[in-house]
């Protein structure tokens, strides 16, 4: 599961999506791997306005990388700048979550991944 | 009809009573408990079915449907698009300009999804690396391969469609193929879709919104050998002949000129001379646990390899003008619809509709 994927994802409890704390999941024991991907700038270009930057900047930092800078960059700094391109592009489509757990920031909720497929089939009591 | 056989066993009996509050609770309590017996019914009838079945369905699911193909090929390039019910994941990557991650219920379909999507990008970063042809690449990948990028197509996850893991109102489309006739109630139908739109984003001034591609299987198949037609029952339960794989001595007498076919739900149907049945009267627990036990009995049979285990698939068969119907009960806007061979599909936005249709 890439980087980037995980800026799409929330809790799948119901009750929970309404409050901004279920986004994004928080990784806990992530192993992570890296994929060798062939860099793509078009599409990352624009990916960009796509992103939740926040909740980007939050995963960043939960799995250890460098901080974010608060603001994303624009498109034309991205086009211009080969290694703010190279550096997004292995964060958000070369960093892969392969496993450990997303966690629900509102109820609390594991998410086991394995194999870098996370599993949100939830247990009866909180479907 | 499903529906109308759930709802008298599941509303208590005593609840005859003025009390409009006493009769709000049992009609909740009904509901609750006709959406419990739905729940394990489709567990029955559907998940245990395509995990019992999954290698053997992937190997017959490769060829995409053209509208499906068409609407992919036509998101504009960055569009983060969600396939729910994505199976063996034969669309994520088509379009290798867009952004997917797939979704489905069946935990063994979403690991043969994803190490079929670890192999295109394997082979597209060798490919690059060894700068072999556009053409080459395109005819292992399956792409229509206008963009040099790398298709995306290991994003999957386990997830249920009434209980999605997206961040809302944040996708550019959705697709849902052929996964919304599973669904054993209308209520459930018209809920899944609910889910779908809240997926995508909402149309704004100038701009329009999300749209989702889904589709379904039609009760009018008047030119298939399935023989349903318009009037007929449309709650069925479809056979799934399991082909022993195991080396046999002698091959058993295919049945009469049946051709392996390569797309949704033939080879199954092919393969069985009866066109599918009625499904078993409300699926109590205990009849759900008798069948799952007749299903754990088929699937040893095949073990000895005598006889080819045949399971059976819950389907609700949609005949014209009903995805519609459900589409606006969900909320949404229809903004194109139509009969691709055999299915009903519809492309839908949020209300309101998007200031300009494509």
């Known amino acids: 599961m890439k980087v980037l994927t995980l800026n799409f994802l929330t809790c799948a409890v119901k009750s929970c999506k309404s409050s901004s704390d279920s986004f994004p999941l928080h990784p806990k024991d992530a192993e992570l791997a890296s994929d060798d991907v062939e860099v793509n700038p078009e599409l990352l270009v624009n990916l960009l306005p796509r992103l939740d930057w926040k909740a980007l900047k939050t995963t960043s930092t939960e799995l250890g990388f460098p901080q974010l800078p608060d603001s994303p960059p624009t498109i034309d700094e991205l086009q211009s700048d080969d290694k703010l391109l190279k550096d997004l592009h292995s964060l958000l489509m070369e960093t892969n979550l392969m496993e450990g757990k997303l966690v629900c920031g509102v109820c609390g909720h594991e998410y086991a991944v394995r194999e870098g497929i996370p599993n949100f089939l939830l247990p009866s009591h909180l479907v | ?358």
């Open chain 2, 1 to 358: 009809m499903m529906a109308s056989t759930h709802t008298p066993s599941a509303l208590p009996s005593d609840s005859a009573t003025d009390d409009v509050a006493k009769l709000a609770a049992a009609a909740a309590a009904a509901q609750a408990a006709e959406s419990a017996e739905a729940e394990a019914y489709e567990k029955t009838h559907v998940h245990g079915v395509y995990e019992a079945i999954a290698p053997h369905f992937s190997a017959t699911r490769y060829k995409p449907w053209p509208a499906v193909a068409s609407f992919l090929q036509s998101r504009p390039p960055g569009a983060v698009g969600l396939d729910v019910g994505c199976g063996n994941g034969k669309y994520l990557g088509l379009n290798p300009s867009v952004y997917m991650v797939g979704s489905d219920r069946s935990a063994s379909l979403v690991a043969l999804a994803n190490s079929r999507g670890r192999q295109l990008q394997d082979q597209h970063v060798q490919g690059a690396k060894k700068r072999i042809t556009q053409g080459e690449l395109d005819a292992t990948a399956g792409t229509g391969g206008e963009s040099g990028g790398a298709a995306v197509a290991t994003e999957v996850l386990v997830a249920d469609g009434l209980s999605l893991p997206f961040r809302e109102r944040a996708a550019d489309f959705v697709i849902c193929i052929a996964v919304i006739h599973h669904m054993s109630t209308r209520t459930r139908r018209q809920e899944a879709i609910r889910h779908l739109l809240r997926c995508v984003r909402t149309g704004e001034a100038g701009q329009p919104g999300g749209q989702i591609l889904v589709y379904v299987w039609a009760l009018e198949q008047g030119n298939s050998r399935r023989g349903w037609e318009e009037g007929g029952e449309q709650d069925l339960l479809v056979p799934w002949v399991l082909k022993s794989q195991q080396k046999q001595p002698k091959q058993p007498k295919q049945r009469k000129g049946q051709k392996g076919t390569q797309d949704q739900d033939t080879s199954g149907v092919a393969a069985s001379n009866n066109s599918g049945e009625a499904p078993p009267p409300p699926p109590a627990a205990a009849a759900a646990a008798e069948a799952t036990a007749g299903l754990t009995a088929a699937t040893a049979k095949s073990d000895q390899g005598h006889t080819d285990p045949v399971f059976k698939r819950y389907y609700h068969l949609y005949r014209k003008g009903e995805l519609e119907e459900d589409v606006l009960a969900a909320g949404g806007a229809v903004i194109t619809s139509g009969y691709e061979r055999d299915n009903w599909w519809v492309v839908a936005a949020n209300e309101p509709l998007p200031s300009q249709s494509t």
